[in-house]
């Protein structure tokens, strides 16, 4: 018993590997769990979504919150037993990039995780983050990751609503940011890029039509694509972040949830979720290119 104790000890034990000019925060346990994933997604997969196929990986797994806010610098914070809702679909996008590539090590994975976390798949300092989810969607749909769903041109489908963003959260609050906090020269940065993205407009689908059916336009959206639950109030863009699935003809929701305190398949659907979230407007969605 006491080598099994002192074996989950060493597992659990912080680790750091170069990653360019930066450093990947991780443990053994998530290193291995991410080669295991990978390895055993080349046999077992089959044709299920990669996204949901990995998503389903983590259910039960713990949410919690802040876990990329360790350290004075901005470095690549490697967790798989502890996740909020962005960094459940963050770590599922990149284990889902690195099958799609046949790319099965963990270096692959922590490339492909900065790419995803980062402006322009680089990362340097805290204002590098893709801090806002309007941020995460167009820099990973520029890479060439993802793409947004909504068309382009009417008909619209169940796109019948429209957001202006105007987020300035981050900016008028620094306090609440451990690295704004400890850097305030990070503040003029990021009401900058704030500046920059107020204005920009974006179809989505107001929460009513999500209780369309599977069988009319809301078919569009496809099990495995990233939903952002969106808001008009607060400064902000988004709410919570999730990955959708069918069910019975019903769309549901697959996400490290808050309120229950770890990954869930919602037994509700993603209307009667909604329904309950007073200060969100309805959905975007973008789906992993293949």
Request: hydrophobic residues 35%.
């Amino acid at each position: 018993m006491k080598n099994w104790k002192m074996f989950l000890v060493g597992l659990l034990a912080c680790c750091w590997m170069p990653a360019g000019a930066q450093q990947t925060e991780y443990t053994k346990a998530d290193s291995a769990l991410v080669v295991k994933l990978l390895r055993d997604a080349k046999t077992k997969r089959g044709q299920e979504n990669r996204m949901l196929y990995f998503g389903k990986k983590f259910l039960g797994l713990p949410y919690v919150g802040h876990t990329l806010e360790l350290g004075n610098k901005e470095h690549l914070i490697v967790n798989l037993h502890e996740l909020d809702c962005t960094t459940f679909v963050e770590t599922v996008l990149a284990l889902a990039l690195c099958d799609k590539l046949d790319k099965r090590t963990f270096a692959d994975y922590c490339r492909q995780l900065t790419k995803i976390r980062f402006r322009g798949g680089k990362m340097t300092d805290y204002t590098s983050r893709l801090h806002y989810f309007t941020w995460w969607g167009e820099d990973n749909e520029r890479l060439g990751l993802v793409e947004d769903i909504a068309p382009k041109h009417a008909p619209w489908g169940p796109y019948t609503a429209v957001q202006t963003i105007h987020i300035n959260f981050m900016s008028k609050n620094p306090t609440l940011y451990k690295q704004l906090k400890n850097h305030p020269e990070f503040v003029p940065v990021i009401k900058r890029l704030e500046d920059e993205t107020n204005g920009q407009q974006f179809r989505y689908i107001p929460k009513k039509n999500l209780a369309w059916k599977q069988n009319t336009s809301l078919g569009m959206v496809h099990d495995g694509d990233i939903v952002a639950m969106l808001t008009d109030s607060d400064g902000l863009d988004t709410r919570h972040i999730g990955i959708a699935f069918w069910k019975n003809g019903n769309l549901h929701l697959l996400h490290a949830s808050s309120l229950y305190k770890k990954v869930l398949m919602s037994e509700e659907t993603f209307f009667e979720y909604e329904k309950k979230q007073k200060k969100q407007t309805g959905i975007r969605v973008w789906r992993m290119k293949e």
